[in-house]
């Protein structure tokens, strides 16, 4: 049974490029959420993604986007990168269930030079 | 706005010797609270509490909370060079979604 995955690993872009980051969610798993982490914090929130819609948003600009595809994988796009922007970004998945937890991906590396 | 605030942010402590990390929380209509440990990259699930005062056990590590008093503690018994980890705490709200609000994480060293 396949977790969560990412790709691409390692990103490195310059200020003003975009970005799109891919996400795959655990199997019978129908929610994505994504977060941002910067080094030495705790993941940030960024969307969660579930039938097609995001249904919550956190703060985070709106160069920050997303989709969610009919098989339930997700992605994550960023308009005009800031050095800012650098950072782990994490994706989870987790059932529609009241009680589900949510798994974690590995990540995508994402360097702003 | 959700609030964890985890201590101590760091420790260092001896392969052998037991540990305690802490988590205190503020959130609006709280649904459930999660431990997660990340050593390189994706933060792996550990334990979610719900209830007040019933421990979740597994192998060396224990967690429990204290609704009223809003904090978790998780315990790590005879901790090994494996252990070596940042440990995150994270409080989920009720409603329809569930985003999870994390604390800065406690970053956790063994050594021999």
């Known amino acids: 049974d396949a977790g969560v995955t990412q790709s691409p690993t390692h990103l490195i872009k310059t200020r003003g490029q975009q970005v799109t980051l891919r996400c795959s969610p655990k199997s019978g798993h129908d929610t994505v959420s994504w977060y941002q982490q910067a080094l030495g914090q705790g993941p940030q929130f960024i969307f969660q993604y579930y039938e097609e819609e995001e249904r919550q948003r956190g703060n985070f600009p709106d160069r920050f986007s997303g989709h969610q595809f009919p098989n339930y994988s997700s992605e994550l796009n960023v308009n005009a990168l800031l050095l800012g922007d650098s950072a782990l970004y994490l994706c989870?998945?987790?059932?529609?269930?009241?009680?589900?937890?949510?798994?974690f991906g590995p990540g995508t590396r994402l360097t702003v030079l | 706005e959700d609030k964890v605030v985890q201590s101590p942010l760091s420790l260092v402590v001896h392969e052998g010797d037991t540990v305690t990390l802490n988590c205190s929380y503020e959130v609006t209509n709280f649904r459930s609270l999660l431990w997660y440990k990340q050593e390189k990259k994706a933060p792996t699930f550990l334990f979610m509490l719900?209830?007040?005062?019933i421990e979740k056990k597994s192998g060396r590590l224990s967690s429990i909370l204290d609704k009223k008093e809003l904090f978790s503690i998780l315990n790590i018994t005879a901790t090994q060079t494996g252990d070596s980890a940042v440990y995150l705490c994270?409080?989920?709200?009720?409603?329809?979604?569930?985003?999870?609000?994390f604390g800065t994480g406690t970053r956790l060293q063994v050594t021999l």
């Open positions: 719900t209830s007040s005062g």
């Open positions: 989870a998945s987790s059932g529609s269930g009241r009680t589900d937890t949510q798994y």
């Open positions: 994270a409080v989920r709200a009720t409603g329809t979604a569930s985003k999870l609000t």
